[in-house]
Structure formats: structure tokens, C-alpha cells
């Protein structure tokens, strides 16, 4: 089999499931035929539960500032208020922006993000549909197929198995880098590194966590009598400094694994081309000179 080099990395974990030689011949026919049909699926639309969170995470870091910086004239406090719910805002306003994969790494990221949640409608949403068929999957480290990807609780199923194949049972997944590669200007190679832990806190978790809370901290405090302000801000300092030390300690385990996965565009958006973690038209990739035969405008 003619496949791709993981990258070195004597930290990273490179599971591959052990495929017959029959299984990879079918993915990769599976692979042409679900690249071509992709084109024409359209965009993905934007979430707009998204953009309702960044509007008022917006309002409220107006409102925050008008209370302490204009009725109180705490201008710093203010500023800090407002920087905390503004920054909650830049965040999810960015993620809808995002949302609809407008590039081969946000699909990655997003499928990941369904992947780790395990809910369907949103492993779903970034996989091209016609992958759902009756096709076996082989989760990672195993040499014996399981149940197709053609339903929400085989899905569930799926990742929970795989979860517990990278020893993180319960655990999360997150990007730490990706880098693309276009194979042909519709199908794309994303490759790069990921974190599973389980159970923990994530960077960017920590960070929009702690400048949302700021915010939050003295919105609330803002509601007390000025002589009591003080200490309001002081005790949710501690509250929050101590939920933090929690959170990082449930952080058991962080493994780190390498991911090849072939995007495909479908209209202005792009589409993971595969929903399990590996397949072999993501590491063997001989089907692409073929699929490029077949599609429209030859590539």
C-alpha cells in the first residue's frame, strides 16, 4: 500500500486500524464516487445560535460598561467589565463566521468538536452525506470492522469505542496544529497533531472562561452597595481562581495523536470526506489521481 509518512513525533500516537486489502480497495471506490458527488451538495449554513450568543454577550458588556464607567465613574473597572463580555463576544461572533467550514482546517476543527460532543447533528454537518452508507468502520487500533456510520447512536457508539481506544475514556479532543495541503483545487490533505485528554480543561476554554467570568464578577458586584463592591469582587476572585484549580486537576491524562484527513469541497464550503477517525482514503491516497478523472473540470 502506497500511503503518506506521518510526520516525527516520538510523542505522537499514529493509530491505524489493521484494513484488508479488500476493505481498502472499496474505500478507496467509495472515495471517488463520494468526492465527485460532494461538489454539488452546496454550502453549509451558518449557526445562528452562534451569532444570538455574540449579540448578547455584546449587549451585556455595553450595559456592564454604562454601569460602572458612566452611572459610577470607575472607568478601569469599567474598561475590565467590558473587555470581559467583549471579548466573549468577538469570540462567538468569530465562531459563526467560521461556522460554515470556509476553509479545509475549520472543517477538521469542527468535525472534531462533533466528534468529542458526540452528537450526531454536528459530526453530521461537516461529513459529506454520502458518506452515511452501509459500510463497516474500523475504529482505531482494531483489525475487526463494526457497525456502519449511518445513524446517530452509531456514531455515538463509534467515538465513544475510539475514546476509549486512546485511553481517554470520557475525553475530549482537541486540534493542536493543522496544516493543508491541496491535492487538486477540490480535495485537500489536513494532517497535523491532536490532543485527547480526558477529562480537562482546554486552552481557549481557560482563557474565554476567565475573561468572561471578570466581566461577570463585577456585573454582579455592581449590583451591591458601593461599600460592599469590594469584597463581592474580592470573594468571586477567590471563587474563581478556585474553580479553576479544580478544573486543571480533573486533567488525568493528555494524549498526543497524529490526523490525516482528505476534505472535499462542496460548493463555497468544504466537507470532511470520511466521518471515523481513519480510513484508508485518508493515508492511502492512489484514489485521488483517479477521482480527479472523474470530476468536473478535471479537478
Excluded at 42 to 53: F, H, M, N
Excluded at 243 to 266: A, G, M, P, Y
Aim: charged share 20%.
Amino acid at each position: 500500500m502506497s500511503s503518506l509518512s506521518p510526520s516525527d513525533s516520538a510523542s505522537s500516537l499514529y493509530l491505524l486500524p489493521a484494513w484488508p486489502q479488500d476493505y481498502i480497495t472499496q474505500a478507496h471506490a467509495r472515495a471517488i464516487v463520494k468526492a465527485e458527488k460532494a461538489y454539488g451538495e452546496g454550502p453549509i449554513p451558518r449557526d445562528s445560535r452562534l451569532l444570538a450568543k455574540g449579540a448578547v454577550s455584546t449587549l451585556v458588556a455595553v450595559v456592564s460598561f454604562w454601569v460602572w464607567a458612566i452611572e459610577d465613574n470607575y472607568v478601569i473597572l469599567g474598561l475590565i467589565s467590558l473587555a470581559g463580555f467583549a471579548g466573549n463576544a468577538v469570540f462567538w461572533i468569530c465562531r459563526y463566521a467560521t461556522s460554515s467550514n470556509p476553509n479545509p482546517e475549520h472543517a477538521v476543527r469542527r468535525w472534531l468538536e462533533g466528534a468529542a460532543s458526540k452528537r450526531a447533528e454536528r459530526l453530521f454537518a461537516h461529513v459529506t452525506a454520502y458518506d452515511r452508507d452501509e459500510l463497516p468502520r474500523y475504529t482505531p487500533a482494531t483489525n475487526q470492522p463494526g457497525p456502519p456510520l449511518n445513524s446517530g447512536d452509531a456514531a455515538s457508539s463509534y467515538w465513544r469505542l475510539a475514546l476509549e481506544r486512546f485511553g481517554v475514556v470520557g475525553g475530549r479532543l482537541w486540534p493542536r496544529t493543522l496544516s493543508c495541503k491541496l491535492l487538486t483545487p477540490r480535495i485537500a490533505l489536513v494532517e497535523g497533531e491532536v490532543f485527547a485528554h480526558n477529562p480537562g480543561l482546554r486552552p481557549w476554554k481557560a482563557v474565554v472562561g476567565v475573561i468572561l467570568a471578570a466581566g461577570l464578577n463585577l456585573l454582579i458586584a455592581a449590583q451591591f452597595p458601593q461599600e460592599l463592591r469590594g469584597v463581592v469582587v474580592v470573594v468571586g476572585s477567590v471563587a474563581l481562581v478556585a474553580s479553576l484549580w479544580v478544573l486543571i486537576q480533573r486533567k488525568k491524562r493528555t494524549v498526543r495523536l497524529r490526523l490525516q484527513k482528505v476534505v472535499v469541497r462542496s460548493g463555497p464550503a468544504w466537507r470532511v470526506l470520511s466521518g471515523e477517525w481513519c480510513g484508508p482514503e485518508d493515508h492511502d491516497l492512489t484514489w485521488v489521481r483517479d477521482a480527479v478523472q472523474v470530476s468536473p473540470g478535471g479537478g
